[in-house]
């Protein structure tokens, strides 16, 4: 069976990504040295303090139980790597896509649409009226795997809202997304379908807490 979870600081381990546990941003620069905190502690944290001031940050995806992707979302205030791009939005109460991610086994494109969706979802809950990204393009030194590629944020609706040739900040206008919930559920039901043995999306609320998981 397939379902959206919301994050909550008991799921951190399920992010599960190129570079999980990834604190990306949920840290500022660290010039080179490592941090001595824990990733799985600090994301727990860091996911606490966001449902406490907004709601939960993003969703993940489930099939049978098992992670297959998530997606991040949170106002600019609590998203300390903003501080190191130069078109970083001023008003700290911007909603910020900040990263989808997908296990490269899974339909990695359609699930990471349908997740985007989501976070435009759960944005337009808010009562926002626009989503906006960071997007990196082919002329970014090494850009790290959580920034989302302009490409793609062009591909699934975002347009250029300040430009930089390697960094630009994209937008999302949440006033002309009427269909953001009937496409989210489509998306994510095409996309997940692609997985064997994979059922419909359930259309009620999902429950249950997922089971622990070990770490290394």
Not at 31 to 44: F, I, K, R, W, Y
Not at 137 to 159: D, I, M, N, T
Request: charged letters at 25%; hydrophobic letters at 45%.
């Amino acid at each position: 069976m397939a379902e959206l979870r919301a994050v909550t600081p008991d799921r951190v381990a399920d992010l599960l990504s190129g570079c999980a546990p990834c604190t990306f941003w949920q840290t500022l620069p660290s010039n080179g040295h490592v941090s001595a905190d824990d990733p799985l502690e600090t994301l727990a944290d860091w996911v606490a303090r966001v449902g406490s001031d907004w709601g939960p940050p993003g969703r993940i995806a489930y099939v049978d139980g098992e992670p297959a992707g998530y997606v991040l979302v949170a106002p600019a205030r609590h998203v300390p790597r903003l501080a190191a791009f130069p078109t970083a939005p001023a008003d700290p109460a911007t909603v910020m896509l900040l990263t989808a991610a997908v296990p490269r086994r899974n339909p990695g494109t359609a699930l990471r649409k349908a997740l985007v969706q989501a976070a435009a979802k759960e944005a337009a809950r808010h009562r926002a009226r626009a989503i906006e990204a960071i997007g990196a393009r082919a002329l970014a030194r090494a850009p790290h795997g959580c920034v989302l590629q302009v490409p793609f944020l062009e591909e699934v609706g975002f347009r250029v809202e300040r430009e930089h040739p390697a960094y630009p900040r994209l937008r999302m206008d949440l006033r002309t997304a009427l269909t953001v919930r009937e496409e989210a559920a489509e998306l994510l039901s095409r996309a997940l379908a692609r997985v064997p043995g994979m059922r419909p999306v359930p259309q009620g609320p999902p429950d249950g807490a997922t089971r622990a998981r070990s770490t290394s």
